[in-house]
């Protein structure tokens, strides 16, 4: 049942993806999907020590795991893809809203789905401090990538 | 869990050689690729590693575990970082050799083969722990898959790029 719903969320956020105007290149796209993934794989390393660490008495069905993956590689990534594209848009107010949806978005689906996204119980304050970190991280790490690009133009 | 040797050993030894070797061996080559396109390459290298270290090694598959430790620690992370060059090394030989359209077949068949054997050197080394049944050869499929996916990185990403927009020197 799990797997199911996860698999229906991951095509509709996959194709929110391809129908959304992008504001970013495809290389911009990649890139931010490559550190994202890296930085929740890395990230989940500590509330999800039980699957990664061959705990003896954690029993997790392959069903579980497959959403868990899922989650962790698909729908967090291109959650970040969807919400840095939109937060391109010129405008304070128009960020403001996407900065704070993104935040109330991430915060629901790691709640709703906790056993098959952080694996443990973590705090809303927690998870909103992360969120915060997070999303400064990817906004500060694509401001690097497009530096890259304009060095070579000077 | 146990805890193992954590003082500097072959599998330690084997990633700073190969990754020093590496990034000096991509510091010297010739430019071929803007800044960008080179740091989207290590990046699929090193997604590539923790992606498959990261899954393949959970529960319930648990099929191996990497240098000494149970747990995440510097030496996996670098042992991460140490294979973002390859990807490099992967797409820059395809753009310097003769093409003709059998060439990526055998240019991926040929890459993974290297990479298994590279593999069985890393596992000697000591860098992975394969447990409850798996077999190198397993890894054939996950490398195959792989360098194709990094074959469509150079199809989509750099050669449908306008040749102005490429370095050459």
């Keep these: 049942m799990i797997l199911a719903v996860t698999l229906c969320l ?6 929110l ?42 029993k997790y069905s392959l069903e579980g795991t497959m959403a868990f993956l899922t989650n962790r590689n698909i729908i967090f990534p291109i ?14 107010w128009k960020q403001a809203l996407v900065a704070l949806v993104s935040l109330f978005v991430f915060l629901a689906f790691c709640r709703l789905e906790e056993k098959h996204t952080i694996v443990s119980s973590i705090s809303l304050l927690q998870l909103t401090v992360f ?24 | 869990m146990s805890f193992k040797d954590t003082t500097i050993n072959s599998n330690e030894l084997f990633i700073i050689i190969t990754g020093v070797l590496a990034y000096l061996l991509l ?19 090193g997604y590539i590693s923790t992606f498959f270290d990261n899954t393949v090694c959970i529960h319930p598959f648990n099929y191996y575990s990497v240098n000494d430790t149970p747990f995440m620690d510097f030496w996996d992370i670098l042992s ?20 003709n359209r059998t060439t990526y077949f055998f240019y991926i068949s040929i890459w993974a083969l ?27 499929p996950i490398y195959l898959i792989v360098l194709t996916l990094t074959m469509c990185y150079y199809q989509f990403f750099i050669k449908k790029q306008p040749r102005k927009n490429r370095l050459h020197k």
Aim: with cysteine.
């Design chain 2, 114 to 140: 290297i990479s298994m054997f590279t593999e069985a050197l890393a596992w000697h080394a000591g860098v992975y722990h394969y447990k409850n049944g798996y077999q190198i050869f397993f890894s054939l």
């Design chain 1, 79 to 92: 959650l970040t893809l969807l919400s840095v594209n939109l937060i391109q848009y010129r405008g304070f």
């Design chain 1, 10 to 15: 991951t095509w509709i956020v996959v194709n």
């Design chain 2, 80 to 99: 991460f970082v140490m294979f973002g060059p390859f990807s490099y090394f992967f797409v820059y030989a395809y753009t310097v050799i003769r093409k």
């Design chain 2, 27 to 45: 510091f010297f080559l010739p430019k071929r690729f803007t800044r960008q396109q080179t740091f989207t390459m290590l990046l699929i290298g």
């Design chain 1, 17 to 58: 993806f391809v129908m959304l105007p992008k504001k970013m290149s495809w290389e911009e796209n990649l890139f931010l999907f490559l550190v994202s993934s890296i930085t929740i794989m890395f990230a989940l390393l500590i509330p999800a020590k039980r699957m990664y660490f061959d705990d003896p008495g954690y």
């Design chain 1, 131 to 154: 969120f915060i970190f997070y999303y400064s991280l990817m906004l500060s790490l694509l401001k690097c990538f497009r530096l890259l690009a304009e060095e070579r133009k000077v």
